[in-house]
């Protein structure tokens, strides 16, 4: 097997073995292999939820079926009723999915991520963060963490500085994947609205306290 392979199974199994380093919990090397190497490597108990259909599942398993959102919308944001039902669904499900063992379970998310400016004391690149979207049968998904760690830096290896200082110099932009693991909060899970940018769509956020970060760099 090789290394690089071994040191990325271990990086997962053991994010952190200390309370100091749970403090440096956003500051984790760049792993330069495919995203799919990444989730292969990935132990049983995380369940990788990054498409349609694995979302779907894990959605199912802790909530049953999809909120009646054309229901729950009513004549939109000015509807007197509409901020009331949303609260009931939100309540209500919330109740419903206490004591769910599926709330136990390990996931992991991605987000977008882009390599900023770079600190020469840390040796690593700040990573400027955006979330992910997936469209599902149960409306848009978007995971949240609980809290961020307060510093993101994506340390890539010594034989791989100096080409990416040239490239982001050169007005390269350094895209990769910010892979997040951690468990959903106990209390108000998932939290169900609307999207703001399309009219009566329903919008569904996992809120997962983070235990990992990980930066991965597709070759």
């Known amino acids: 097997m090789p290394t690089l392979f071994v040191l990325l199974i271990l990086s997962i199994l053991y994010p952190f073995s200390s309370a100091g380093a749970q403090e440096g919990l956003g500051i984790s090397p760049i792993q330069f292999v495919a995203l799919t190497e990444f989730a292969a490597?990935?132990?049983?108990?995380?369940?990788?939820?990054?498409?349609?259909?694995?979302?779907?599942?894990?959605?199912?398993?802790?909530?049953?079926?999809?909120?009646?959102?054309?229901?729950?919308?009513?004549?939109?944001?000015?509807?007197?009723?509409?901020?009331?039902?949303?609260?009931?669904?939100?309540?209500v499900r919330d109740d419903r999915r206490a004591g769910n063992r599926a709330l136990a379970r390990r996931v992991a998310f991605r987000w977008s991520g882009e390599l900023s400016h770079f600190d020469p004391e840390q040796k690593g690149f700040s990573v400027a963060l955006g979330p992910v979207l997936t469209s599902t049968r149960w409306g848009q998904v978007r995971f949240k963490s609980e809290e961020f760690p307060g510093e993101l830096k994506a340390?890539?290896?010594?034989?791989?500085?100096?080409?990416?200082?040239?490239?982001?110099?050169?007005?390269?932009?350094?895209?990769?994947?910010?892979?997040?693991?951690?468990?959903?909060?106990?209390?108000?899970?998932?939290?169900?609205?609307?999207?703001?940018?399309?009219?009566?769509?329903?919008?569904?956020m996992p809120v997962i306290r983070v235990e990992a970060v990980h930066y991965v760099l597709s070759p």
């Open 41 to 91: 490597a990935l132990p049983s108990d995380i369940q990788l939820l990054d498409d349609a259909i694995a979302i779907e599942g894990f959605l199912e398993a802790l909530d049953g079926y999809p909120p009646d959102w054309p229901a729950i919308y009513g004549e939109g944001h000015h509807d007197p009723g509409h901020d009331d039902r949303l609260f009931q669904v939100n309540r």
């Open 155 to 204: 340390v890539p290896p010594a034989d791989s500085l100096d080409r990416l200082l040239r490239e982001m110099a050169g007005g390269k932009t350094v895209e990769l994947a910010v892979i997040i693991i951690g468990r959903l909060i106990p209390d108000e899970s998932i939290v169900y609205d609307f999207s703001h940018d399309q009219e009566g769509l329903g919008l569904i």
